[in-house]
Structures are given as C-alpha cells and as structure tokens.
C-alpha cells in the first residue's frame, strides 16, 4: 500500500512540475514591441523583406541576416516572396535600393510594384566585435519595421539587441571564437523577434 501511495504521489508531483513548467514558459514575457489593434483583419499574407540596410561595420552581414529573416518570415506562415525577384523589381527605380527607409522607399510604391500586402524594413544597427586584450564583445542590433501598403503606417515594429562575451587564451584564437558568435547571434535575435509577429494566414 505504502509503495502504491508512493508512486501516486510521485506521478502527483510530476504533473505539478509539467504544468508549472508549461505556465512559466507560456508566460515568458515577448521582447518589447508594436502592434497595430486588430492585426489580423489588415489581411496581410505577402511580405515582402527588402533589402537589410546595413549601419554596422560588418560589410557581408547584411546579406546572411536578410536570407535568415526571408526564412524566418516564411516559418511564421507567410509565402516565401524570393529576395532576387524583390530586387530585379525595385533596384530600376530606386538608385539606393541597398539602404531602404519607408521615407525613399515608400511601401505603397514597393506594393504597387510586387502586388504585396506589406514590406518589411530591416536594419542591422550593429553587428560588431569590440576587443580588450584576451577578451571580446561581439554585439549584434537589428531593427524591424513592417509597414502596409496601403497607408504607409507601421503595423509592427521591435528592436533588439544582443551581445556575445568571449576570453580565450591567445588573440588569434579570441578573433576566430568571435567570427564563430555572429551567425547564432543573428539567429536568436530572429527568433526572438518572430516570437512578436503574429502567424500569417499558411500556418
């Protein structure tokens, strides 16, 4: 009897610790971000993820988080619109292409111009590895703007940012470590940032 009552109170405690575990994680508070009221009746399904425009000193990291977030976007539940489609279209009638803003890109233009729903604006603030002797901060900060075509307006924006510490015992040795950070780093921050979209309409 007493190893019956044991094992009841065993799987009693382990249900208690599953659920506990589940409440704790489905209340993991989302980074801070906007969302427009009422999202999901704006109808947004095609998306299209412009070029990122590149503010760090990282001159090939632009084009690797773009195809991440092309990926990213498409896993929320939206049709993946191919980034080399996207830039035949637009890179004739805008000059700077490469570093768009809703100000010289306007999203109404690139909807007219794609027949898309809305246009993600993505910025990589930074993406820069600073060094102190044996020691290295990699950061990485991006900035997402997704705006309809029909008003021009934000309908979600967030930002976030996230920095990667590394000690190693030789300087070539810390330089090679940090070059590794860059891409998981990219990948936490979408991933991050994804937990704030709402799914689209093929999830």
Not at 92 to 106: A, H, K, L, S
Not at 141 to 168: G, H, M, P, Q, Y
Not at 198 to 203: E, K, S, T, V
Request: aromatic share 8%; with cysteine.
């Amino acid at each position: 009897m007493k190893k019956i009552e044991r094992g009841r109170n065993l799987r009693c405690c382990l249900l208690i610790a599953v659920l506990v575990i589940s409440l704790l994680t489905g209340c993991a508070k989302k980074i801070p971000h906007f969302l427009t009221p009422e999202y999901e009746k704006r109808g947004v399904r095609l998306i299209a993820v412009l070029p990122v425009a590149n503010q760090s000193k990282n001159a090939e990291a632009a084009a690797l988080f773009r195809d991440k977030v092309l990926e990213a976007v498409y896993f929320q539940g939206y049709p993946k619109i191919p980034l080399n489609a996207i830039d035949e279209k637009i890179s004739p009638f805008f000059n700077d292409y490469r570093r768009p803003t809703p100000e010289t890109i306007p999203p109404r233009q690139i909807g007219e111009l794609l027949g898309v729903d809305a246009v993600l604006y993505v910025t990589l603030k930074e993406c820069d590895t600073s060094f102190l002797l044996l020691y290295a901060a990699t950061a990485v900060t991006a900035t997402f703007d997704l705006r309809s075509v029909k008003t021009n307006e934000s309908i979600w924006n967030t930002k976030f940012s996230l920095t990667e510490r590394n000690f190693e015992i030789t300087r070539d040795r810390l330089r090679m470590k940090s070059c590794q950070v860059f891409e998981p780093a990219m990948e936490e921050i979408i991933t991050k940032v994804m937990e704030t979209l709402p799914l689209g309409p093929d999830a």
